[in-house]
């Protein structure tokens, strides 16, 4: 009876050691918006990249089915060609660039030889007024507001006859006018015949521009539910994206807490390292006890990365303002030799980019932060550096030959441990750990979580930030819940659930 | 049995691999030994080789640490080998100074040409290659303005025999046989073999993984072997030149830095992942900021002994030293990702281009056609760096 203009079936797929994708089926009508929610690392962006080709046919079991032909798309040229166009969280606009020139960057009017501008511009400012922007298409990207880049990415994806148009978390840093102006924009192509697939974390938004609401948890498909069919209210669907049994993936752990309180954040405010006028850290108070395990949830870009490195010597961020008491004394931290001296220790989500010298070997990795404890005078002792490597290779389990072994040659795992090993060398009394599982296989993440019981056995403190929230709530004593840069939630580990910390992390969207 | 065998060949690959550099040397060296019917190997040859590549062997060891920061290059050593020069010869010659005096003002004047780069290269982050590109012209430019156009020569014997000089020892060095070169060699060996064994001994005592025996003796041989030929030829010949000590004190000081201390450790972490040195509580931009300081200091150095060899300053010297300088580097192994490279693969990498120069000028090669294999062996250089890695990174995917 329906007519689908696009179906996804038994789709599966596997990254090294992960399951990403497990046998998900998508059914999408055409002309309807179409909603995926679900944690981060559902799958919800894995799935959106198969379909338009960034992981190729081949690359994963299952069928697409699109406008009644089985598509096998080996690049995005070859989805965008059928018109799936796909416009992601991190936009991919070139900033110094025009409108025009990005609209039509590797679609570009006129030859390859040479370009007609004239047409370019002209075609530019006409789709510009379809979206509602009223800039001239020769302003430059970086003269724009987010909002607006926003708008150019959907006028882009217009330019190239869009029949199917892949939304993921458009609205995320945009603010709640630029929002609602971009869902009735959606309304407006949905009358045009224009199918669209949004991805989003913002419940209202959903429950306004929906048709179909398909809820994926754990690389697989929970229900869809049909709005004009079922009443949905929102607590349905956080059911549906959390509803996962916690089974005993995490070790016992007894509590450590003492009343001691080693850190202390007063009314910690940042701005954003490139837009100053972006607040990515708004007035956020909160204390870390002597043995205690903090857990931050929240979702991505909810300012606790910048938080963090933020405290950390002020290695991220513009104007930070607040006050920052470690054992009760009022400390100023302006470099993260500062904060390592004062014994601070920032173990990055970003273990490739910001933690590790891949080209060195696990021995120069570990003692990096506190080269002084392995020289004299300046000088490196590197039988000692050795010993002392191999120490830490034993106590953490890496698993390698010899720790001259290069770090870029192992696992995510052993990598990860590599960076706990480093920070745990500097012998810091306080750790913030930024999603110190991301990437890693459940064996791997079982071990870390069993160093992170014996870190606060010995009395240190632990502050971990996670995306995941089964991890947060298996992990930590106390809960502090961010969201757009704010502290919207505490709870004890006794008395927190998914559903609680889901729900504060939305009331705050909703407010919005 | 097999296993063995593979586990054999796996050693010989790793071998071959880590000391391709030195092995291409000794080919090609051997290679205008035959080709030169041996005049390749003459005691003089082996002089004039020291003597003309000094200058390169300087440069690249501070072109090194540039390098290691993360690939960067410094353009300007050329001009400022040049620049010094040009100050020397007007304050020993044209106004008479005394000679320690100048050479100590030289020198401070590297250090002041690195500060104007480094600052605006590590604290205001403009790249270094424009910066050295700007500092090209600048101190061509001044160095040119300074000599007006003309050269300037007449240095006094007390300078030059710095440099130029001969070890000579009266009661060994009046015959035809210099003896120091021998017993020099002989000292150098010595002091390396039980250098080495105590090292090892004392990591045995302590409970470190010593060096296989094998390998060890191995090695010593092997260096031991070359040191006594190299010294044997050069005592045939005037002796040990003053500026093979001073190469070897300088390439020993910058080994040692570069393996043994923080400092040191700390510009293959900034060329490896600057991110992540910077959290590690390092000061990127003091490395930075070092490295040039570092560079221009030695392309100072360079410049006393340029115009040392040359008695002479003149409006041209320098010209194209920093391409020397960069390929050695290059061919000795640096990435040019920066993060790895050794001092010893910088100066083998210098070696390799000295002896190409030689070799080709002795058989008489024709000096356009000389560039084109000089570029060759660069690009085949990086080539292989990049090739062997990238072949690394697909056996761990």
Redesign the interface.
């Known amino acids: 009876m329906s007519d689908h203009i696009l179906e996804m079936r038994h789709i599966t797929k596997e990254f090294p050691g992960v399951k990403a994708l497990d046998d998900v089926s998508l059914e999408v009508r055409r002309g309807e918006i179409h909603a995926l929610v679900g944690e981060n690392g559902a799958g919800k962006s894995t799935l959106m990249n198969v379909l338009s080709g960034i992981y190729p046919h081949g690359s994963y079991e299952g069928e697409i089915v699109y406008n009644g032909k089985p598509c096998r798309f080996s690049t995005i040229r070859d989805s965008e060609k059928s018109g799936i166009v796909i416009i992601h969280q991190e936009l991919a606009l070139v900033p110094f660039l025009s409108i025009a020139e990005n609209m039509f960057l590797g679609n570009e009017r006129g030859s390859a030889l040479n370009i007609n501008w004239n047409e370019t511009y002209a075609k530019a400012d006409e789709l510009l007024q379809v979206v509602g922007l009223h800039e001239s298409s020769h302003t430059l990207i970086k003269d724009i507001s987010v909002g607006k880049q926003q708008l150019v990415e959907i006028a882009k994806a217009l330019s190239k006859n869009v029949q199917l148009l892949i939304l993921d978390e458009p609205t995320a840093s945009l603010n709640e006018s630029d929002s609602m102006k971009l869902l009735n924009l959606l309304k407006e192509f949905k009358k045009k015949g224009v199918t669209s697939i949004i991805i989003s974390h913002k419940l209202n938004e959903i429950a306004y521009v929906a048709d179909q609401i398909t809820i994926i948890r754990d690389g697989s498909v929970i229900e869809t539910l049909d709005m004009a069919q079922t009443a949905v209210d929102e607590g349905r669907i956080i059911r549906g994206m959390v509803g996962r049994e916690l089974t005993n993936r995490f070790p016992r752990r007894e509590h450590h807490v003492s009343d001691e309180v080693v850190l202390e954040v007063e009314h910690w405010s940042v701005q954003h390292a490139l837009y100053s006028d972006r607040t990515v850290v708004d007035d956020v108070s909160f204390i870390l006890k002597k043995g205690e395990v903090v857990g931050i949830a929240g979702l991505m870009g909810a300012g606790r990365t910048e938080l963090a490195m933020s405290i950390?010597?002020r290695?991220y961020g513009n104007d930070i303002r607040g006050t920052l008491k470690i054992h009760g004394k009022e400390v100023v931290l302006n470099?993260?030799?500062d904060?390592?001296?004062h014994g601070l220790a920032?173990v990055?989500e970003d273990r490739k980019?910001?933690?590790?010298?891949?080209?060195?070997p696990i021995r120069?990795n570990t003692s990096?932060?506190r080269?002084?404890k392995v020289?004299r005078h300046?000088?490196?002792d590197?039988?000692l550096e050795?010993?002392l490597a191999v120490d830490m290779k034993d106590k953490l389990g890496i698993k390698c030959p010899t720790v001259e072994q290069i770090v870029?040659?192992l696992s995510g795992g052993n990598q990860q441990k590599v960076l706990l090993a480093?920070w745990m060398f500097a012998e810091p009394d306080i750790m913030i750990l930024d999603e110190p599982t991301r990437g890693i296989d459940v064996g791997a993440k079982y071990e870390i979580y069993c160093i992170i019981n014996d870190l606060v056995a010995a009395g240190k403190s632990v502050i971990m930030i996670s995306s995941e929230m089964p991890e947060v709530l298996g992990m930590c004593d106390r809960i502090y819940v961010m969201s757009e840069g704010k502290i919207v939630g505490e709870m004890n580990a006794d008395s927190a659930t998914q559903e609680r910390i889901m729900s504060s992390i939305l009331s705050v969207n909703k407010g919005a | 049995m097999s296993s063995k065998n593979a586990d054999l060949w796996e050693k010989t690959k790793s071998f071959l691999l880590k000391n391709t550099m030195v092995i291409a040397l000794v080919l090609v060296y051997l290679f205008f030994i035959i080709k030169s019917e041996g005049r390749m190997f003459l005691p003089q040859n082996i002089n004039n080789l020291i003597m003309q590549n000094s200058y390169v062997v300087i440069l690249a060891v501070g072109m090194l640490l540039c390098i290691l920061t993360g690939g960067n290059i410094d353009l300007s050593v050329g001009a400022s080998v040049c620049l010094v020069g040009a100050i020397a010869g007007v304050l020993m010659v044209n106004l008479g100074w005394n000679i320690y005096l100048s050479m100590v003002v030289c020198l401070l004047i590297g250090v002041a040409i690195g500060v104007w780069q480094g600052f605006w290269i590590a604290y205001v982050r403009v790249p270094p290659f424009i910066v050295t590109l700007a500092g090209m012209l600048l101190f061509r430019g001044l160095a040119q303005a300074i000599l007006g156009g003309l050269t300037i020569s007449g240095f006094s014997e007390d300078f030059l025999s710095i440099f130029n000089n001969y070890v000579n020892i009266p009661a060994l060095d009046s015959g035809a046989v210099k003896y120091s070169s021998i017993i020099f060699g002989v000292l150098c060996c010595l002091v390396y073999i039980v250098a080495t064994v105590l090292t090892n001994m004392n990591k045995k005592r302590k409970g470190y993984t010593a060096e296989r025996p094998a390998s060890l003796y191995t090695k010593i041989v092997i260096i031991c072997v070359i040191v006594m030929l190299l010294m044997y030829k050069l005592s045939l010949y005037k002796g040990i030149p003053f500026i093979l000590l001073w190469l070897i004190g300088i390439v020993a000081i910058y080994t040692y830095i570069t393996a043994k201390t923080t400092f040191g450790r700390h510009f293959y972490a900034l060329g490896g992942n600057e991110k992540a040195t910077k959290l590690s509580g390092i000061n990127t931009n003091r490395i930075y900021f070092s490295a040039y300081v570092n560079v221009s200091f030695l392309s100072a150095l360079a410049a006393l002994v340029v115009a040392a060899r040359f008695t002479s300053a003149n409006p041209a010297a320098g010209t194209n030293y920093e391409l020397d300088a960069i390929g050695s580097c290059f061919i000795g192994g640096a990435s040019a990702y920066g993060g790895i490279g050794k001092v010893s693969g910088a100066v083998i990498g210098a070696v390799l281009m000295g002896v190409l120069n030689l070799g080709m000028n002795i058989i008489g090669v024709d000096s356009n056609f000389q560039k084109v294999v000089k570029g060759l062996v660069l690009l085949v250089a990086v080539i292989f760096d990049v090739v062997s890695k990238r072949r690394a990174v697909k056996s761990i995917a």
């Not at chain 1, 980019?353 to 060195?360: C, F, K, Q, V």
């Open positions: 950390f010597g290695s470099s993260e030799r904060a390592i001296r920032y990055t980019g910001n933690g590790l010298i891949l080209s060195n120069v990096l932060a080269l002084d020289s300046r000088v490196i590197l039988d050795h010993n870029g040659n480093k």
